[in-house]
């Protein structure tokens, strides 16, 4: 990566503007990682109307009991939904580009995790501090949650405690789980690493966790965006981008 | 923003290492066969890593087999395309007339009745079937194994693929040798101790469990060995690809 990452770059005191907030493989990772997430998300959805039903163990069918049943329309006649119609199939392309975008994913998550532990970037920026974890710490940042007050991109210089604590819960949980699980329902996977899939129970059982880790997933998602949101869109957006938020004068 | 000297020259030797890389492992995985038949257009470097990887990794791994108490009772058939009236006329006579023929690049091509792939050496395995859709369900299969049929009729070494084809003409699939020599790939003409029913694909269907349902197609007739699938239909390797679906159904 042609840019340094935090401790790189000299910093003049005060000037907030010359660090790059994110380093470039942070950067180029968060939106690679962006598009293939959202383009996962769609197909996946896609892929679940054909089957809006889930079980646990090892198989499940219409002739089965489910767990529970998603109450939308399928795209499978064979599925009893309740509803008097069935819905286009989009489960080839669905799939094709499921797996490209799981591809993309991983490999993007392996360079991100190589990056992160030999630049240092978990331990520096995500790993909580003594003092994170202290009950001020916390106290002071959650009542800061609580009542929406976000810090903005100039008064932040690093992550707060919610924040460290809930990205390495998504890199390090979610992400590796959802990969996992994913896995599991891959016959040829399954074959070649049996105790992957009846650790969890089955292959359904691990249909059934992909289902929950998206979920939690995705409220990740819907969190994060609601918080730049907050604490000023473009700012972050462009800090994410640039590596650096606007500029005083550039933004008025 | 300033890019030091060893920085451009760093991502200048990363990216010519990169893209280098690329190239050889493209052209390591043609020439080890680890290209799938779909394998070009916009899915096709997703569809390439899946089928090599998979390769590399499970060649020789055993799909799992279950204990009996582990059978699903009811299996779901699924829907099923219409037969054609040969079908009736055959199920009429209770399949005495349906035949396997298996011709390619063999030595000696060949025709078998039901009666005669039930004279051969027999393998029960309880396995898994998922569909694509989500659904699953454990059954017991026997069968011949298709590794047997083909060394029966003697295999060329060049063979790459063995195309097989259902009594409906718009149905086929095709699957390479490691899948095709596989011993867990058996050419099942029984289901749950009894003779395979014809919503599960009776009298033949071809097993292949390290991959999905649809790869498992019901009512086979005829084998095709060949070292190339660019000659059958679209040149895709199965009808899965023109219909949108991937070649390989591994995952």
Known sequence: MAAGSISQVAVPRGDVSEAPRHS????????ITTVAFLALLVTGVEILISHPRFYWGETGNVNTQPLFKIPIPASRATVPTGYGYVLPDQNGWSRYLHFQSAWVAVITALIY??????????????????????????????AQHLRLKMASAHEASSYNVLQRVTYLFVIFVLFPLVIWTGLDMSPAFASAFPSAVSV?????????????????????LLVHVAIIFLSGFWSRVRAMIAGRPATYEERA | MS?????????????????SGLAVAAKLAKAYGLIPPDGAGIYGPGETLTYAAQRILTRHSLAREFRPDQISNPPFANAVDPLPGKFKQLQDDR???????????VARPASFSIA????????SQITHLACEEGWSYIAE?????????????????????VVYRAIQPEWWESIDMADAMHPQTVIAHGMNGGDLPVPFGGPLRLRVPRQLG????????????TDDLKQFGAGLGSVSPEQGYAWYAGI
């Open chain 1, 24 to 31: 470039a493989t942070v950067r180029v990772t968060h939106w």
């Open chain 1, 113 to 142: 995790g190589l990056y992160g532990f030999f630049a240092g970037h978990f331990r520096r920026n995500l790993v909580p501090t003594r003092a994170d974890l202290s009950w001020r710490g916390c106290s002071t940042v959650i």
């Open chain 1, 200 to 220: 969890l129970g089955g292959q359904q059982s691990a249909r059934t966790i992909h289902f929950f880790v998206t979920i939690a997933l995705t409220l990740f």
């Open chain 2, 3 to 19: 890019i030091s000297r060893r920085k451009l020259i760093t991502a200048g030797v990363a990216t010519a290492a990169g893209a």
């Open chain 2, 95 to 105: 399949f005495v007339g349906w035949r396997l023929t298996v011709d390619g690049m």
């Open chain 2, 116 to 123: 005669e792939l039930k004279s051969f050496p027999r393998r």
């Open chain 2, 141 to 161: 299969w026997s069968g011949v194994p298709l590794s047997h049929v083909l060394d029966l009729v003697g295999t060329s070494s060049q063979a790459r693929y």
């Open chain 2, 214 to 225: 649809y790869k498992s197609i019901k009512y086979i007739t005829r084998l095709t060995v």
